[in-house]
C-alpha cells in the first residue's frame, strides 16, 4: 500500500515539473534594434572591397571621384544609384544569429564589405550578401553584429561593381538650348542645321522641332560602353561626323570596324581617349542623317531635353532627394566639356575662309579677336585653309 502510494508521489512530481508553465521570462524575446538608416546627405567616403578588390570613393567639392586604386570622375548614372539605394536603405527583418550560416546568404567573405564615412568621422560597415527573394531586397550584416538582415533599397548589383563599371561614361554633357549649329554626315545622308531664335533652318528653311528633338536628344548626351587606354591605330572608315557649337566647337568622329564582334571607335576634338559606343547610338544618328538629309518645313519651339526629375519616393527624405536631383549634372559637368560662357549671349556666323585672307583680316570684319577665332574654331596656329568654315560669335544688335 505504502509503495503504490510513494509511486503516485514520484509521478505527480514527475508531472509537475514536466508540464508546469514556463516561465515568463525565458520565453521571451528581446527583437534587435532595426533602426539603422544610411544619411547621403552627410556621406563623404565610400569604401567597397570584394574578392580581396578595393575601391575608394569620396566626395570632393560636391562631385564623387574614385581615389583608390586609381583616380577619375565617378560615372553619374552608378554614384546615383548606389547614393538612391542608400537613401532607402531600411532593415525589414532578422534572418539568422547563427554564424555557421554568414555562408548561406553570402555575409562572410565572400560577401562585400561596404564602409561609409559621414563629414563628422562616423563610420557604418556592412556586409552585402546575396540577393533577397525579392528582386528589391539583400541579406545584410552589420560588421558589428552576429545578425544578418533582410534589407530593403541597397541592392549587391549596385555595389558588385567592377573598376571600370564606376569610371564616368559621359563622353559629352551640354544644355542643348545652348546649341546654335550642328553637322551631321554619313554614308546615309548628311545635314546642316542652325539655330536663329527659337527656329531651327536648315537651307534657310525652318525644320519640325519633331525632327530636331532627336538630334539634340542624341548629341547634347553622349556615353561611352568602354575605354580604350592603350595605344590603338584605327585603320577603319569613318562612319559619323559630328560638327555642334555648343556655344563653342565640337568635333566628335566615330568608326566602325566589320565583322561579328566589331566595334565603333569615337574620337573627340576635346580629349585625347578613345571611347567605344554602342552600335544602336551609331544606327540612330545615321537614322537622323538620313531623315534630315531631306528636312520638312515647320517652326521649330520648345527644344532640348529634360533634366533628371528629382526622387519623389516616398521612402527619400526631402533632403536626400536634392542630393539625388542634383548629382548627375554636377558629376557630368566635372569631367566632360560644358560650356556656358559669355558667347552664348552672341549671335553665331559662319565665314568662309578665302584665299588670301588672315585671321586678323576676319578679326577686324566683325570686331573679334583672333585669340577669340582661334578659341572658337579649335585652332593652334594663325595658318588656316582657304574654304574653311569659321565659326564666329558676333555682338547681338541692341
Known amino acids: 500500500m505504502y509503495i503504490w502510494l510513494g509511486l503516485l508521489v514520484v509521478v505527480l512530481l514527475v508531472a509537475y515539473y514536466v508540464i508546469r508553465p514556463i516561465d515568463r521570462k525565458e520565453e521571451s524575446y528581446q527583437l534587435p534594434d532595426l533602426k539603422l538608416a544610411l544619411d547621403i546627405t552627410k ?43 542608400m537613401a532607402k536603405f531600411k532593415l525589414t527583418g532578422i534572418v539568422s544569429s547563427n554564424p555557421e550560416k554568414y555562408g548561406m546568404f553570402q555575409v562572410d567573405e565572400k560577401g562585400t564589405t561596404l564602409t561609409i564615412t559621414y563629414d563628422d568621422n562616423r563610420t557604418t560597415t556592412l556586409i552585402v550578401g546575396k540577393a533577397g527573394p525579392t528582386p528589391n531586397q539583400t541579406y545584410v550584416r552589420p560588421v558589428n553584429s552576429n545578425s544578418v538582415y533582410l534589407a530593403r533599397g541597397l541592392s549587391s548589383f549596385v555595389v558588385n561593381k567592377e573598376l571600370r563599371d564606376w569610371r564616368q561614361r559621359t563622353i559629352y554633357h551640354t544644355d542643348p538650348n545652348v546649341i546654335k549649329y550642328f553637322k551631321l554626315e554619313s554614308d546615309t545622308g548628311s545635314f546642316v542645321l542652325r539655330r536663329e531664335g527659337k527656329r531651327w533652318l536648315a537651307n534657310k528653311k525652318p525644320v519640325a522641332t519633331r ?18 587606354d592603350t595605344a590603338l591605330i584605327i585603320n577603319s572608315p569613318r562612319e559619323v561626323h559630328v560638327e555642334l557649337v555648343a556655344p563653342e566647337l565640337v568635333r566628335m568622329d566615330i568608326y566602325g570596324e566589320r565583322g561579328a564582334h566589331a566595334q ?23 537614322k537622323l542623317a538620313n531623315l534630315l538629309a531631306t528636312p520638312k518645313e515647320g517652326v521649330a519651339t520648345s527644344l532640348g531635353v529634360q533634366p533628371r526629375p528629382a526622387a519623389k519616393d516616398t521612402e527619400i527624405s526631402p533632403a536626400a532627394q536634392q542630393v539625388l536631383a542634383t548629382l ?71
Request: hydrophobic fraction near 40%.
Open 211 to 228: 525632327n530636331v528633338n532627336p538630334v539634340l536628344n542624341a548629341l547634347s548626351y553622349v556615353r561611352a560602353e568602354d575605354f580604350i
Open 43 to 85: 556621406l563623404v567616403k565610400v569604401e567597397i572591397e570584394r574578392n580581396k578588390n578595393y575601391i575608394r570613393m569620396e566626395r570632393v567639392r560636391n562631385v564623387w571621384k574614385v581615389m583608390d586604386p586609381v583616380n577619375f570622375v565617378v560615372d553619374d548614372e552608378a554614384i546615383y544609384r548606389l547614393l538612391e539605394g
Open 264 to 286: 565603333h571607335y569615337l574620337k573627340t576634338s576635346f580629349s585625347p581617349t578613345i571611347y567605344v559606343v554602342s552600335n544602336a547610338m551609331v544606327q540612330d544618328l545615321k
Open 328 to 398: 548627375t549634372s554636377l558629376q557630368s559637368m566635372s569631367s566632360t566639356t560644358t560650356y556656358t560662357t559669355q558667347e552664348e549671349q552672341g549671335e553665331l556666323v559662319i565665314h568662309p575662309f578665302q584665299k588670301g585672307q588672315t585671321l586678323a583680316d576676319v578679326a577686324k570684319k566683325y570686331k573679334v579677336t583672333v585669340d577669340q577665332i582661334k578659341k572658337w574654331n579649335l585652332l593652334k596656329s594663325d595658318v588656316v585653309k582657304p574654304g574653311m568654315d569659321l565659326y564666329i560669335f558676333t555682338k547681338k544688335k541692341k
